[in-house]
């Protein structure tokens, strides 16, 4: 039986990954899609969808997939197009939700690629909901320039919140072991500070080194 899954399509940062496994023999093979398939147009030509196809196609040959087995996808608007497709290639599908062994595998894999963009470990380790639209946002300001080339910028979310109005002032740490968003080094309690304040969703601060 094989799995094929999805991580990070509701993720500000990122691409989505496209994942399947043979549930029997755990082999595992995912791709990406590309964040230039996020952008303004292709999002909303939702090229994206199509790109699952192709992937799809990937993935199935690397695990030698025959039209007869079993194949269980995610019911998620990510796959709209492959089950036509597959529907269409007269393969053997079901629509459910998938759990384990492919659902920790691929999550695991997308944690992984958002730490290869810069993402901090702390923010998976530590936050309930680690890609939450506003937690990421607040850590994309911390370095906007850099960080707005991570964002699938053709979500209407980020057209609303892409030209924040942005406040600075500056005071002195009062915690200890606070994190710095833009360069993810500890900032010393009682060193001076800038604090960066906007307001998306609700009022925010963004603390950084005085030299961030």
Request: glycine share 4%; aromatic share 14%.
């Amino acid at each position: 039986m094989i799995q094929i899954d999805d991580a990070g399509s509701g993720s500000l940062i990122g691409g989505t990954i496209i994942g399947a496994m043979r549930s029997n023999t755990k082999e595992y093979h995912y791709k990406i899609i590309p964040l230039e398939l996020y952008n303004y147009e292709n999002f909303k030509q939702k090229k994206y969808l199509d790109y699952v196809i192709n992937i799809t196609i990937e993935l199935l040959n690397l695990l030698n997939v025959s039209k007869d087995e079993e194949i269980l996808i995610c019911r998620g608007y990510m796959f709209d197009k492959l089950r036509k497709w597959f529907k269409k290639n007269h393969y053997n599908f079901t629509n459910t939700k998938i759990s384990d062994p492919l659902q920790t595998k691929i999550e695991k894999s997308f944690e992984d690629y958002t730490l290869s963009l810069g993402f901090p470990q702390e923010f998976i380790n530590y936050t309930k909901y680690p890609f939450h639209f506003h937690r990421i946002l607040k850590w994309v300001y911390a370095d906007y320039e850099n960080r707005k080339k991570l964002c699938k910028v053709g979500w209407k979310s980020w057209q609303k919140y892409k030209d924040i109005k942005l406040e600075i002032t500056y005071d002195r740490m009062k915690k200890n072991n606070y994190l710095c968003l833009k360069c993810n080094s500890i900032i010393n309690k009682n060193s001076k500070v800038k604090i960066i304040n906007y307001t998306s969703n609700r009022p925010n601060k963004i603390i950084l080194h005085l030299k961030c």
